[in-house]
């Protein structure tokens, strides 16, 4: 589990095939401390949560389904992407953003960027069937960043982006038509779920 708030930059060293066909390995360059992160602990990288198999001093491996290549735009990394990372939460950390899990709904893309004040307006594009769980002054992890809607136009909703979280995340380099990770707030989802078998 995770909170939304980046806490690295990562760079995509390498990509080799995996153990099973159609799987990736990557190979991620970190500023973190890696001497406490254990094999098998998971690091949230552009949002989605993957499983550490391998590390060293400023680096570390993972290994991605074929499945988590088709559902995120993991497939898009080639060497020199970089990528928001998190550690996993700890018992007692604070939680800064909103309860993110790691596991991406589906892949949006940035309809436009405008810059507005101190701030960037960043319109975001969703798919239809995630576009539903999206409300305004709502929670939305976007490549694993905790970001609180605006507002919601049909599939589109707009996010302010100040230039602390511009400076600190991937959104600094971001250009429209670009691919997001998209993770919908999980208490959107219930709720959702809940009026839905109110009506049936």
């Not at 806490?7 to 799987?23: C, R």
């Not at 599939?155 to 991937?170: A, C």
């Amino acid at each position: 589990m995770f909170t939304g708030i980046v806490t690295d930059i990562g760079e995509i060293v390498s990509i080799a095939p995996g153990g099973k066909a159609g799987d990736r390995r990557f190979v991620v360059r970190t500023r973190h401390d890696l001497a406490p992160i254990a094999i098998g602990a998971s690091i949230a990288c552009a949002g989605c949560c993957l499983t550490v198999i391998e590390k060293g001093p400023d680096w570390f491996a993972v290994e991605v389904s074929a499945e988590s290549l088709d559902k995120t735009h993991l497939g898009d990394w080639q060497a020199g992407s970089r990528i928001n990372l998190e550690l996993s939460l700890k018992v007692g950390d604070e939680l800064g953003g909103h309860l993110v899990y790691g596991h991406v709904d589906g892949v949006g893309t940035i309809a436009s960027m405008t810059p507005e004040g101190g701030s960037m307006r960043f319109v975001f594009e969703a798919p239809p069937a995630l576009a539903r769980f999206v409300a305004p002054k709502g929670s939305v992890a976007i490549d694993g960043i905790s970001l609180t809607v605006n507002e919601v136009d049909g599939n589109r909703f707009g996010v302010n982006i100040i230039p602390h979280t511009q400076s600190v995340t991937t959104l600094g380099q971001a250009r429209p038509g670009q691919r997001v990770n998209l993770e919908v707030d999980m208490l959107a989802r219930y709720v959702a779920r809940l009026l839905e078998h109110g009506r049936s």
